[in-house]
């Protein structure tokens, strides 16, 4: 696939196929994760691969029922590394560590999208029990939720603003 094919193609998908992922799949997420830009190449993220049904079904639970996540044969927990604070201040706190892994998931969502994979960017979730439930250590906080696998449904492409609306050229 062309990459303007792959961007436009990418939905949000929350029905999954139990079909699990190959192993030589995932590692290929996991190297778009971390081939992403980040602020001062600081990396400041940490992903958490969680299979275990049980896991994804508390997850479930913290996600405000939103029960495809257990559906899906992988869930990735994306969080920001607040120790970029040392480097960067507040501004690295509160802006660059959430530009740093907001890139990283889009290459992965990308990725998983031109291999047939489905994903769905998850960010309505109670984040203290999260960080309870998977152990997430600080200066560590999870940001995303990103359920994976096959795909058992196809949406249709949402309405786009006009690229006038959006975007304002100076000259």
Same mark, same amino acid.
């Given at each position: 696939m062309e990459i303007m094919e792959i961007i436009?193609?990418?939905?949000?998908?929350?029905?999954?196929?139990?079909?699990?992922?190959?192993?030589? =799949?995932?590692?290929? =997420?996991?190297?778009a994760?971390?081939?992403?830009p980040s602020a001062g190449n600081l990396q400041a993220r940490k992903f958490y691969f969680i299979y275990n049904p049980e896991i994804k079904k508390r997850l479930v639970e913290a996600a405000l029922y939103q029960h495809f996540i257990a559906e899906a044969p992988l869930v990735v927990a994306a969080?920001?590394?607040y120790s970029i604070e040392r480097y960067y201040g507040?501004? %690295?706190?509160?802006l660059y560590c959430l530009q740093d892994v907001a890139a990283s998931i889009e290459n992965m969502l990308l990725l998983a999208h031109a291999r047939g994979l489905g994903t769905c960017?998850? %960010?309505a979730f109670d984040e203290?029990?999260?960080?309870? =439930?998977?152990?997430?250590?600080s200066p560590l906080r999870v940001v995303a939720l990103i359920p994976i696998g096959y795909p058992a449904e196809n949406?249709?492409?949402?309405?786009?603003v006009k690229i006038e609306d959006a975007v304002e050229e100076i000259p």
């Open positions: 436009k193609g990418r939905r949000s998908i929350r029905r999954f196929h139990s079909k699990s992922i190959p192993q030589e =799949l995932v590692e290929e =997420l996991k190297e994760l971390i081939w992403a969080c920001v590394d507040r501004r %690295g706190r509160e960017w998850v %960010g203290r029990e999260v960080t309870r =439930l998977l152990r997430i250590p949406p249709s492409p949402p309405p786009r």
